[in-house]
C-alpha cells in the first residue's frame, strides 16, 4: 500500500528538513594564537589521526577490501587536507609504520572490530556509532609505544597530552552528533510512513461512519412525535450500500480501526455532519436513490464518485487534515489513489480488500536503506554533482538546496538498487523535481543526472544501462 513514489517524496523532504540543521562533522581547527602547549596538542591530534588512517590501511579482510577505511569517520578525516599532510610526514619519516602495523593486528583481533564487521554485515542501524571513540580509547591511548611516542614529541607536558585528548574526545563526540539526524531522520520517516497508512484507514472509515449515521438519523426520523411517510418508509438504498457493508465486515479493516480507535464522528461531528449533508445534497447521491436497482458494483461506483467529486475536494475535510497531520497534506492524492483500489477489490469480491502496508519485505526496507545511504555517501554525490553543474551552463550560485537532496537522493538510488531500473529512477526524481522545487528544476536535475550518470558508466562505477 505504500509505495516506492511515496516513499522517496517523504525521503526528500526529511532529508532537506534534516539537512537544513545538519550539525555539520568538522575536525579541530589550527589554533590562532597558539602557545607552546597548543601547538604540541594540535600536532599530536593530527598524528592521532593519521595513525588511525594507516591502521585502517593495514587492515584487511577478503579480496582486498579495507573495511575501516570506507566507515564514515575515516572518509571524513582522509579528505581533510591536514590529515593527509600529516599521513604523508609520518610515513616519509618511517614514523608510526611499526606502531601502526602492531595495532592494526590488535585491531583485527578485537571484540570491537568483530562485533563491527557482524553489525555491518546485517546491515545493524548504527553499525559505526561508537566504533572509533572505543578504538581510540581503548587500543590506541592505552599502547605504551604511543604513549612513548607522545612523550618524545617536541614540548611534551602532561596538560598538552590532555588538551589533545580532549580535542579528539571532542572530535569523535562531534561525529557522533553529527550521525544523530540519520537515526532521527529514520525514525521521522517511519512515523511519517505509519501516519500515511493511519490517513488510508481514516479515509476508507468515511463511507462507514457516513452511512452509520445517516441510518441512526433515519431511526429516529422513524421514532418522532409527528412522522411522514418518508419518516416511516424511507428509501434505505444509501444505508445498504453492499459495499460499505464488505468493508465494515473486514477483519483487517475492524482491527486497525479498534486498535488506533478512530472514530471521526467523536472526533469532530461539525466535519461529519458537513460531508453527510454534502453527499446527500449532490446529483450524484439523488441519482443513486433514483436507480430501479443497484447491485455491488454501482455501490462501489457511488462511493468512487462521492469520494473523488465530494469528498477529495471538500476543502473543510482537507482543513482538517491538515491541521491533524502535517505528513496528510503530502499524503492524500497517494492515499486517495490506494482507498479507490482497495474499493476496486470489493467489485472484484477480492476476500482481502486491505492493502497490506508494503508490497514486499524490500519496499519495507527501501526508505531506510536509501536515506542511509544518502548520508553516507553524499560527500561524494556533492563532489559529482558540482563538477556536473561546473561544466554546464548552470549557475552554481543558484542552486537550490531541494534539487541538490533531489540529485542526491536519485544517485543513491541508482547505485545501490541494482533492481530498480535506470529510467525508472531517473523519471522519479525528475517528477519530483517538478512538483518540489523549482519550475525549472526538472530540466536541471535530467541535465546534472545524465552528465553524472554518463561518466560513471564510462568509469565503469556505474554498471545499468
Known amino acids: 500500500m505504500i509505495n516506492r513514489v511515496l516513499i522517496r517524496i517523504?525521503?526528500?523532504?526529511?532529508?532537506?528538513?534534516?539537512?537544513?540543521?545538519?550539525?555539520?562533522?568538522?575536525?579541530?581547527?589550527?589554533?590562532?594564537?597558539?602557545?607552546?602547549?597548543?601547538?604540541?596538542?594540535?600536532?599530536?591530534?593530527?598524528?592521532?589521526?593519521?595513525?588511525?588512517?594507516?591502521?585502517?590501511?593495514?587492515?584487511?579482510?577478503?579480496?582486498?577490501?579495507?573495511?575501516?577505511?570506507?566507515?564514515?569517520?575515516?572518509?571524513?578525516?582522509?579528505?581533510?587536507?591536514?590529515?593527509?599532510?600529516?599521513?604523508?610526514?609520518?610515513k616519509s619519516e618511517g614514523m608510526f609504520l611499526d606502531i601502526a602495523g602492531r595495532l592494526a593486528e590488535t585491531v583485527k583481533e578485537s571484540g570491537l572490530y568483530k562485533m563491527y564487521l557482524r553489525d555491518n554485515d546485517k546491515n545493524v542501524e548504527g553499525a559505526e556509532e561508537t566504533l572509533w571513540n572505543e578504538l581510540f580509547n581503548q587500543i590506541i591511548m592505552r599502547d605504551s609505544s604511543v604513549n612513548r611516542y607522545a612523550m618524545s614529541v617536541e614540548g611534551y607536558t602532561l596538560k598538552g597530552l590532555e588538551r589533545m585528548?580532549?580535542?579528539?574526545?571532542?572530535?569523535?563526540?562531534?561525529?557522533?552528533?553529527?550521525?544523530?539526524?540519520?537515526?532521527?531522520?529514520?525514525?521521522?520517516?517511519?512515523?511519517?510512513?505509519?501516519?500515511?497508512?493511519?490517513?488510508?484507514?481514516?479515509?476508507?472509515?468515511?463511507?462507514?461512519?457516513?452511512?452509520?449515521?445517516?441510518?441512526?438519523?433515519?431511526?429516529?426520523?422513524?421514532?418522532?412525535?409527528?412522522?411522514?411517510?418518508?419518516?416511516?418508509?424511507?428509501?434505505?438504498?444509501?444505508?445498504?450500500?453492499?459495499?460499505?457493508?464488505?468493508?465494515?465486515?473486514?477483519?483487517a479493516f475492524r482491527n486497525y480501526i479498534d486498535e488506533n480507535k478512530i472514530d471521526w464522528i467523536h472526533e469532530d461531528p461539525l466535519l461529519m455532519d458537513h460531508l453527510l449533508k454534502s453527499v446527500i445534497d449532490s446529483d450524484l447521491y439523488r441519482n443513486y436513490m433514483e436507480m430501479p436497482e443497484t447491485d455491488l458494483k454501482k455501490d462501489v461506483e457511488f462511493w468512487r464518485e462521492a469520494y473523488r467529486k465530494i469528498i477529495f475536494n471538500d476543502p473543510n475535510f482537507l482543513e482538517s487534515l491538515e491541521e491533524s497531520s502535517v505528513f496528510w497534506n503530502d499524503d492524500i492524492d497517494i492515499m486517495g489513489t490506494f482507498v479507490l483500489k482497495t474499493l476496486r477489490r470489493i467489485e472484484e469480491s477480492n476476500i482481502h480488500p486491505i492493502l497490506d502496508k508494503y508490497k514486499d519485505e524490500e519496499d519495507a526496507k527501501f526508505g531506510s536503506q536509501l536515506m542511509t545511504h544518502v548520508y553516507h555517501d553524499r560527500v561524494q554525490y556533492a563532489e559529482w554533482i558540482s563538477n556536473a553543474v561546473a561544466d554546464s551552463e548552470w549557475d552554481a550560485e543558484r542552486l537550490a538546496f531541494m534539487d541538490v537532496v533531489i540529485l542526491e537522493t536519485a544517485l543513491a538510488e541508482i547505485l545501490n538498487f541494482p533492481k530498480i531500473p535506470l529510467n525508472v529512477s531517473i523519471n522519479e526524481y525528475i517528477e519530483i523535481a517538478k512538483s518540489y522545487s523549482s519550475a525549472k528544476s526538472g530540466t536541471f536535475v535530467h541535465g546534472v543526472l545524465s552528465r553524472i550518470i554518463s561518466r560513471l558508466q564510462d568509469s565503469g562505477q556505474l554498471l545499468k544501462r
Open 10 to 90: 517523504k525521503v526528500i523532504q526529511i532529508l532537506y528538513s534534516y539537512l537544513l540543521v545538519e550539525k555539520k562533522f568538522t575536525l579541530e581547527e589550527p589554533p590562532a594564537n597558539p602557545t607552546k602547549e597548543k601547538r604540541y596538542a594540535y600536532g599530536l591530534y593530527l598524528d592521532m589521526l593519521a595513525l588511525m588512517v594507516m591502521i585502517s590501511e593495514r587492515i584487511e579482510r577478503r579480496r582486498g577490501e579495507h573495511p575501516l577505511m570506507k566507515t564514515r569517520f575515516m572518509e571524513r578525516i582522509r579528505v581533510d587536507e591536514h590529515v593527509g599532510n600529516a599521513v604523508r610526514r609520518l
Open 165 to 251: 585528548q580532549e580535542m579528539m574526545q571532542g572530535t569523535l563526540t562531534n561525529f557522533l552528533a553529527s550521525q544523530d539526524s540519520l537515526s532521527e531522520g529514520i525514525k521521522t520517516l517511519e512515523n511519517s510512513l505509519a501516519k500515511a497508512r493511519e490517513l488510508y484507514f481514516r479515509l476508507l472509515a468515511l463511507p462507514v461512519e457516513l452511512t452509520y449515521m445517516q441510518e441512526r438519523r433515519l431511526d429516529n426520523a422513524r421514532h418522532k412525535h409527528l412522522r411522514t411517510e418518508q419518516d416511516l418508509n424511507p428509501n434505505m438504498r444509501f444505508v445498504d450500500n453492499k459495499a460499505v457493508k464488505i468493508l465494515a465486515d473486514t477483519e
